[in-house]
């Protein structure tokens, strides 16, 4: 019916994620690249952060949250 196409291909989840504790109320989270990744989703809590890199630090976190 539509001339526009769109395929989606289920893509690998990213390994080797780690969290690290940077300082009061942050926290960096790394991972590997995944192959055909355009972008990646972060999830904490209910919140959800895009980016396009393969690290992502999140702020203003409170404790016990």
């Known amino acids: ?7 989606s291909k ?5 390994t080797s ?3 690290k504790n940077n300082k009061k109320g ?7 690249k995944v192959k ?3 972008q990646y989703q972060v ?6 952060y895009k980016t396009k ?3 992502y630090t999140v702020k203003k976190l ?3 949250k």
Not at 26 to 32: A, Q, Y
Not at 43 to 48: A, C, E, H, L, R
Request: aromatic content about 2%; proline content about 3%; cysteine-free.
């Open 1 to 7: 019916n539509s001339s526009n196409n769109v395929t």
């Open 10 to 14: 289920k893509l690998a989840k990213p």
């Open 17 to 19: 994620v780690k969290a």
């Open 26 to 32: 942050t926290v960096k989270v790394t991972w590997k």
């Open 36 to 38: 055909n990744a355009k």
């Open 43 to 48: 999830k904490v809590g209910s919140k959800t």
């Open 53 to 55: 890199k393969t690290t």
């Open 62 to 64: 409170k404790k016990g």
